[in-house]
């Protein structure tokens, strides 16, 4: 486990339903478990509340029209020295989540959100627990976990994005 030499202190944000300061565990898994998108509420984010802090965020939830939960999970880790200072605003990754494969080819979907869609590979469907897995591990240690694979979309956030309406 890679502890931190000091305790961090974040915001949960959730569509709809606003700030929470310095959540805990418990604030984090109601905030997960709530994502539903025909509710309003298709989006989390845990971040540091510093500027330019490092979060998770996710999209989804059931699906309107099959009702399967399906998530698409991010992270962005700013590059840092050895004080746990950014390098620069500008100096980060910007990661997706995806289950591991076999090195087989993967597929286009799309997760739908409140209004929106995001755009991800088959295997960056991710389950609740997946999600929830990635939120604790970012609340303990602002870390990645080691299951998943994790590939860069940095190029899609800063042309575009990948949400669009609907």
């Known amino acids: 486990m890679n502890e931190l030499p000091f305790r961090l202190e974040f915001v949960l944000t959730e569509e709809a339903g606003g700030d929470t300061v310095d959540p ?35 999209a989804g ?56 869609k995001v755009d991800c590979r088959t295997n960056e469907v991710l389950t609740l627990s997946d999600v929830i897995t990635i939120f604790v591990t970012f609340l303990e240690r602002r870390s990645l976990p080691e299951e998943y694979q994790w590939r860069s979309n940095r190029s899609e956030v800063d042309s575009v994005g990948t949400l669009t309406r609907q």
């Open 61 to 116: 939830g059931p699906d309107p029209d099959t009702g399967e939960a399906r998530y698409c999970g991010e992270r962005r880790m700013h590059d840092r020295m050895s004080d746990d200072s950014i390098v620069s605003p500008d100096s980060y990754s910007h990661l997706v989540a995806g289950v591991k494969t076999d090195g087989s080819p993967v597929g286009e979907t799309m997760i739908k959100t409140n209004g929106f």
């Open 24 to 58: 805990d565990l418990v604030d984090i898994l109601v905030a997960l478990v709530a994502l539903d998108p025909s509710e309003g509420a298709g989006f989390a984010c845990l971040a540091e509340a510093i500027d330019f802090g490092d979060y998770v965020q996710v």
